[in-house]
């Protein structure tokens, strides 16, 4: 009888998936060093130099991921805000269904330690202020997101109609959801100039006695009330 050969098909994996999540780690280790540098530096010490060391990375994967600093400081407020917005609406999913609790749980998210924080504040008002130079990083650090004016607004329009305010409602509301992010804002600053002695609960207290003023039936001192 002949031998016959059995010619076996060697199977080579690929890399593809090992590659795309060596840029992804890059990627993100680039935007966290910015965070990072944004923080502790500044926006104008924030250099491409600090930024490379703190990742741990060459100068040239600035340039293959982004671009230009320029570019990889506008991507790292859009991870910033995309961060903040993915905790609020998990939040939001948690709360209760009515406006009251809707609102008590953004209340409560944007005065918690995992929003505010030493980091967070300091990011925040940087690229605030970077925004003279930059004008795209508006759309990730105004404190008139639509997003998040667009929920307060809703909000505050259910609870106005349960006061029977049909007239002037819109208006109503619009004035409320600006006053709220006013005062939002206000304790954010607080939290940047006096941060040793902030105090959370009776930030949160003074919120919740603004909305108690404009809506009794609704809320108390520490939060929302169920009718």
Known sequence: MGH????QTKFIPSN?????????????????ATLQALS???YANASVSEIIKRARLSRGMIHLHFGSKDNLVIETAKHASERYHAFLETCLKCAGPSPQEQVEAIVKHDLSEDVLNATSVRVWYELRG??????ELASYSDTR???LRNVLFHLFIQLLETY???????ENAEDVTFAFLALMEGMWTDYLLHQN??????????????LQTLFPDHFDLTGAKLT
């Open 130 to 135: 970077a925004i003279y130079f930059q004008k």
């Open 16 to 32: 593809a998936p090992t590659s795309r999540t060596a840029k992804f780690k890059n990627r993100q280790g680039l935007i966290e």
């Open 4 to 7: 016959k050969d059995h010619h």
């Open 145 to 147: 997101d639509e997003r």
């Open 197 to 210: 002695g902030f105090q959370r609960e009776n930030a949160k207290r003074s919120v919740f006695r603004f």
């Open 164 to 170: 029977g305010l049909k007239e002037a409602t819109q």
């Open 40 to 42: 502790d530096l500044g």
